[in-house]
C-alpha cells in the first residue's frame, strides 16, 4: 500500500523549529510552488493529483472550490483500487470549506469566538482522521488522505507559536501511526507553508514532503510528484 498524507499549510520552517521526527521521516524538503502565480490551495492540489499546473482551469470556475479533476487525468486512474479522501480537486468536502470561510467571517465581525470557530474545524478534523485510519485497514494499493487542520487554524493562529505546536503535534501523531499502519511507501506533502502575521497566518510560497525511503527527490515541483508516484513509488 501507497499512503499520501496530504497536509494543507504545514510549514517547513515550523517543523524544524519543533522538532517532529514522525513530520520529516527520513526524507524531507521544501517543495517549489514558484510556477503559480499565488499559492492557492484548491490550484496546487489539482495540479498534485494531475501532474500538471491546472491554474488556469481551476481559476476559470465561477466557483473554483467545486473544481474537479476528472479521474482519469489524476494519479488515481493509475491504481486499481484506491481511497481518497477530502482531496481538494477531487473530493473535497466543499461544503465544510463554505461553513469555514462562514467562521472566519463572522469570527472577523465578532460573532462567534476562536473556540468557536476552531470547534467547527475539530470536528471535522475527527472525522476524516477516523475515516483516513480505517481505510488503511483495508487492502487498499493507494490512500490519501487530506487535513486541513494545519492551514484552517492556522489562517487565524499561526502566529501563537504555542498553539501551533499543539496542532503540529497532532499532526506529528498522525504521522506516526500512518506508519505503523501502513505497510509499503509513504508520502507526506503540504501544498504551501504559512507565514506569521501578527497573530495571524497567510500562505508562503514554499510546500513540503517528505518519504519514509530514498526516491532521489530534490527541489520538487508540486506538479513533479505524478511521476514520482507513478514512476517511483508504486
Known amino acids: 500500500m501507497l499512503v499520501i498524507l496530504g497536509l494543507d499549510g504545514l510549514e517547513y520552517n515550523y517543523v524544524e523549529e519543533f522538532g517532529f521526527k514522525e513530520l520529516k521521516q527520513a526524507y524531507y524538503g521544501k517543495t517549489d510552488i514558484s510556477e503559480f502565480e499565488k499559492p492557492r490551495t484548491l490550484v496546487i492540489w489539482s495540479s498534485f493529483i494531475s501532474g500538471k499546473n491546472m491554474e488556469k482551469e481551476v481559476l476559470s470556475q465561477k466557483d473554483f472550490w467545486d473544481f474537479k479533476v476528472p479521474i482519469e487525468k489524476t494519479l488515481f486512474s493509475k491504481f486499481k483500487n484506491f481511497k481518497a479522501i477530502d482531496v481538494p480537486g477531487f473530493c473535497f468536502d466543499a461544503e465544510q470549506h463554505k461553513k469555514e470561510r462562514q467562521g472566519l467571517k463572522e469570527f472577523f465581525d465578532k460573532k462567534i469566538s476562536i473556540e468557536d470557530y476552531d470547534k467547527l474545524i475539530f ?112
Do not use: C
Open 123 to 234: 470536528t471535522h478534523h475527527k472525522k476524516i482522521k477516523q475515516e483516513f485510519f480505517e481505510a488503511l485497514k483495508k487492502d487498499y494499493n493507494v490512500v490519501m488522505g487530506y487535513f486541513g487542520l494545519a492551514d484552517v487554524v492556522g489562517h487565524l493562529s499561526f502566529g501563537i507559536k504555542s498553539k501551533m505546536k499543539m496542532i503540529y503535534q497532532e499532526l506529528d501523531e498522525i504521522a506516526k501511526k500512518t506508519k505503523e499502519m501502513a505497510e509499503g511507501n509513504v508520502l507526506i506533502f503540504a501544498d504551501h507553508g504559512m507565514e506569521a502575521i501578527g497573530r495571524f497566518g497567510d500562505h508562503s510560497n514554499n510546500g513540503f514532503w517528505s518519504t519514509n525511503k530514498d526516491f532521489g527527490i530534490k527541489n520538487p515541483k508540486s506538479t513533479d510528484f505524478y511521476n514520482i508516484i507513478t514512476g517511483k513509488m508504486i
